[in-house]
């Protein structure tokens, strides 16, 4: 058990990985990494003419650490608009990282040059939300799941491309049978299927799954996820299944991330991030899914937060959630909390808690037992 | 589709068959003098009438379709490839040559009235049917360039890009793969209304002196001829007849471009 207290993060040593005892190392390692939007403003022209005089900068994701298991599917929840997504294409550099490393195999993917990072892309691959928007609509079902093998040559030739789409398309639960046709002959679920086929036609490693199932009918949703399940046994994939809807990633998840504006404010097993969670914000979170018992769901108590999510240009300073925080305190508005473990393998990002007193609602009013430095690790 | 598409496919069609097949069509040799045959109205051995100088109205006009034509096919062509090829460029890379071609190069070209830039060039280069298609193509590629860049803007965010790079598609590729042929249906509009705009600027220009020169059997250099006024006083339908081509030729590309535009966009389909 390491002693590390605040004073690491200032010193820029490399954060402890968040491992689990009983894998290895992580397959995707993500450190402090930044992605900030300029909108512009501030410029000597903006003066000049009117426009906005102070510089005006999005911070969708703002130093995110998180480790990612091989094997195992991390869960990625948060309101629209937290840089979940943002994160997601960060991390295959669909959106280009502002500061931080993204390091998979021991290369930085964040600072790999364009050419190199063509090559990595075998091994990561994208599932994308709108199973309308994500496949062009001038292609043939053949063409679009055969594009990744033409663009990394792993075919040679047109008859071996198509038996090796024939074959990801059963995989998929398609009929080999629909090669020819065009994305709009098929049904929402259908061309979900498309996408991950198209995905996994490189032998990918890692797959980010954007929100696979946020536009699908809740019938097809169950057969995605159960579809991506059993692709992930079969082949060992590695997720990182972004979503908003917290009971898909109840069940698709072994760990859970929690962001809020930028921020990864809490991060546990997935059982004990629905049982147990510890930020305020979780819990509001998790109280927000309605439990299909009506007599339970007439009588359980609902924490409801005030507000809405402010705005990511210029977020609020200390804690980013204490504008809607019922437990916050003076010092929340200065510090901003680092995702510090709290129980075993349970990260949480506030400094009202700590390892010694985990229950927010039992500290002393006005305490910040988080500022003490007790012994505790830190994620970032 | 529309009636007024159909009617500016039909003489769409029509004109060219008439240009395909002009010899074959042609009753009369289009530079033949005849002095004692001027100023005939319009009768079964001259079907629209004999001009000034005796020549056959009907083979001049069938000929000056293949002249509007050309102009019109080459001009609306060579400045389509140009423009989409620069707005491309412009929408995909974004950044300084975003800048400089949409903030700097467009704004430049279309800051000149454009029949205006054409008359300075020609003036400059000289007459001729060729030097007046460049100089077409000067000021026609902006037109094209502009949608194309706010087609490939639009274009290129959408999903199925994201995943093309994400599964390792170099930039020709998505280029032409994923963003042009979804991006290539307001510039069919364009081009079909290009087609209108390049013929009645060659006649506009061949007007003015500026075009083809004059023995050529262009609609704008007949128009002009027509206009002297022993002519209009003794044979109106030299200035009539051509001027009825022009009007009828870029109306049909008009109507076939307006045509499109409504048939490719749904929201105006329902109307």
Redesign the interface.
């Known amino acids: 058990m390491s002693t590390q207290s605040f004073t690491n993060v200032q010193s820029g040593q490399m954060p402890p990985a968040l491992a689990r005892a009983d894998v290895d190392g992580p397959l995707v390692s993500i450190r402090d990494l930044r992605v900030y939007f300029d909108l512009g403003g501030g410029g000597a022209f903006d003066k000049l003419f009117g426009g906005q005089t102070a510089k005006r900068v999005v911070k969708a994701v703002d130093g995110v650490t998180l480790d990612i298991m091989p094997g195992e599917t991390l869960g990625l929840v948060g309101e629209s608009g937290c840089g979940k997504s943002t994160l997601g294409?960060a991390l295959?550099r669909?959106t280009e990282p502002t500061g931080g490393q993204v390091i998979f195999r021991g290369r930085d993917l964040a600072h790999l040059t364009q050419r190199e990072l063509?090559?990595a892309?075998?091994h990561?691959?994208?599932i994308?939300?709108?199973p309308y928007?994500?496949?062009?609509?001038?292609?043939t079902v053949g063409q679009i799941i055969g594009?990744?093998l033409e663009?990394?040559k792993l075919v040679g030739s047109r008859a071996e491309r198509d038996a090796r789409v024939r074959e990801l398309m059963t995989t998929v639960g398609l009929s080999p049978r629909f090669i020819k046709r065009y994305p709009h002959e098929f049904s929402g679920g259908q061309r979900q299927r498309i996408?991950i086929a198209?995905a996994l036609?490189?032998n990918p490693d890692f797959i980010v799954a954007d929100e696979p199932i946020s536009a699908l009918d809740v019938s097809i949703q169950a057969q995605i996820m159960n579809l991506l399940e059993q692709l992930q046994r079969e082949r060992g994939l590695t997720y990182l299944f972004i979503s908003h809807d917290l009971r898909a990633i109840r069940h698709v998840s072994d760990r859970v991330a929690v962001m809020y504006l930028g921020k990864v404010v809490e991060l546990a097993d997935a059982r004990t991030i629905y049982d147990e969670p510890l930020m305020p914000y979780t819990k509001a979170l998790i109280s927000a899914v309605p439990v299909p018992d009506p007599k339970i769901e007439a009588t359980r108590r609902r924490v409801v937060l005030e507000g809405d999510v402010p705005s990511p240009i210029n977020p609020p300073r200390g804690c980013r959630f204490h504008t809607r925080c019922p437990f916050a305190i003076e010092q929340c508005k200065e510090v901003v909390p680092p995702l510090a473990e709290i129980k075993p393998n349970h990260f949480a990002a506030c400094i009202r808690i700590s390892p010694e007193e985990p229950h927010i609602e039992q500290v002393a009013p006005g305490d910040a037992p988080g500022l003490r430095q007790t012994g505790r690790r830190l994620a970032q | 589709m529309n009636r007024l598409a159909i009617f500016g496919l039909v003489v769409v069609v029509l004109l060219v068959v008439v240009a395909l097949f002009a010899p074959l069509i042609a009753t009369h040799d289009v530079g033949a003098t005849d002095l004692t045959h001027r100023f005939l109205p319009p009768s079964a051995e001259h079907l629209f009438g004999t001009d000034a100088t005796g020549r056959d109205i009907f083979s001049r006009v069938v000929f000056g379709a293949r002249i509007s034509l050309r102009v019109g096919l080459v001009v609306v062509v060579v400045s389509s490839i140009v423009g989409i090829i620069i707005g491309a460029l412009a929408g995909y890379y974004g950044g300084w040559i975003d800048r400089l071609i949409s903030g700097y190069l467009f704004n430049v070209f279309l800051a000149f009235p454009g029949l205006l830039l054409a008359i300075a060039m020609v003036a400059f280069l000289g007459a001729g049917l060729n030097k007046l298609i460049f100089a077409l193509c000067v000021i026609g590629w902006v037109g094209y360039a502009r949608v194309m860049r706010g087609q490939v803007l639009k274009v290129r965010e959408y999903d199925f890009v994201q995943a093309a790079r994400a599964l390792g598609a170099n930039d020709l590729r998505i280029l032409f793969r994923h963003i042009l042929p979804n991006a290539i249906q307001p510039l069919i509009v364009q081009a079909s209304l290009g087609m209108a705009g390049a013929v009645l600027s060659e006649a506009t220009l061949s007007f003015l002196g500026l075009g083809v020169p004059p023995p050529a059997p262009s609609w704008g250099v007949m128009l002009e001829e027509g206009r002297d006024l022993s002519t209009l006083s003794a044979a109106p339908h030299a200035l009539i007849i051509p001027g009825i081509a022009i009007a009828l030729t870029v109306l049909a590309f008009n109507f076939i471009g307006d045509g499109l535009r409504e048939y490719l966009d749904p929201r105006q389909r329902a109307r």
């Open positions: 294409r295959l669909l063509r090559g892309r075998r990561l691959q994208m994308f939300q709108d928007a994500s496949l062009n609509p001038r292609m594009e990744p663009t990394f996408g198209r036609a490189v």
